[in-house]
């Protein structure tokens, strides 16, 4: 038999249930039904990842719900969070990802570091969110426009090195870009770049054996992506 859909709202308050005396806020009489609360959790990654993608499409044409906001929604959250999707992204202001997906207060696991790199602490982060959150989508989100990839590229075109501590990011960046051409022109180059600095993350996560692991038994799935700062779009990579 199949197990029975559940909503996060459900979760979340079965989850406050066992911890009766701990939080007031998990109260149903506080709480008001909206229609994306009615929505199933996801259980497998295309279902996370089918959620994100119309979050998406719902920024993009400036019809977003800013659900899971209220008040009444964030009390369920202080005993517990049950996040469907975790993204390892940029630190840029202008890619937030709970915007960006249309999601709001413990719908995601967010990593943000510049460059969407992968070091020592983001690789912790994520163990946390897969072995304890069980989040079974994983995106390594880039971005058009991102700096320390331009850095990167302008370092390696023999531009004037960067202050010591972005000169730390761009060594993790620089070599997921050494099969650039670097004659392409500057928009095509860079637009290139933040690609590769994507596949290059996914890459690096691929190669840790409890994400072999996890990706051979088919706990968890890893997908890359680049959000595009002129339209808003998300857009996956094969």
């Known amino acids: 038999m199949s197990r029975p859909l ?4 459900q979760w979340l308050l079965g989850a406050c249930s066992a911890g009766v005396g701990l939080v007031s806020g998990c109260t149903t009489s506080k709480l008001g039904l909206g229609a994306i ?4 959790y996801p259980s497998t990654p295309e279902q996370a990842l089918a959620q994100l993608q119309a979050g998406n499409l719902r920024f993009m044409d400036d019809q977003p719900l ?15 969070q049950k996040p469907f999707a975790t993204v390892i992204g940029c630190s840029d202001s202008r890619v937030p990802p709970e915007l960006i997906f249309d999601v709001g207060f413990g719908d995601i696991f967010t990593i943000r570091l510049a460059g ?10 994520l163990q946390y969110a897969v072995a304890h959150l ?23 075109l023999h531009k004037p090195e960067e202050p010591k501590h972005i000169e730390s990011l761009i060594k993790i960046i ?12 500057r ?7 933040v690609e590769a600095n994507v596949r290059w993350s996914m890459r690096q996560l691929m190669v840790l054996p409890e994400a072999k692991r996890a990706l051979a ?16 779009r998300v857009r996956f990579l094969d």
């Open 134 to 156: 069980h989040t079974r989508l994983v995106i390594v989100l880039g971005h058009e426009g991102c700096g320390a990839v331009t850095a990167t590229v302008e370092e390696m």
């Open 174 to 185: 620089k070599p997921g870009l050494a099969n650039l051409n670097m004659k392409l022109d």
């Open 37 to 40: 609360d009615t929505e199933p």
């Open 217 to 232: 038994e088919k706990q968890v799935r890893l997908l890359g992506a680049v959000y595009e700062l002129n339209t808003g």
């Open 116 to 125: 969407n790199i992968i070091a020592e602490d983001v690789i912790g982060s």
């Open 187 to 193: 928009d095509s180059l860079l637009h290139a770049a």
């Open 66 to 80: 800013h659900a899971h906001e209220q008040a009444s929604w964030r009390s369920m959250l202080v005993a517990t």
């Open 6 to 9: 559940i909503t996060r709202r």
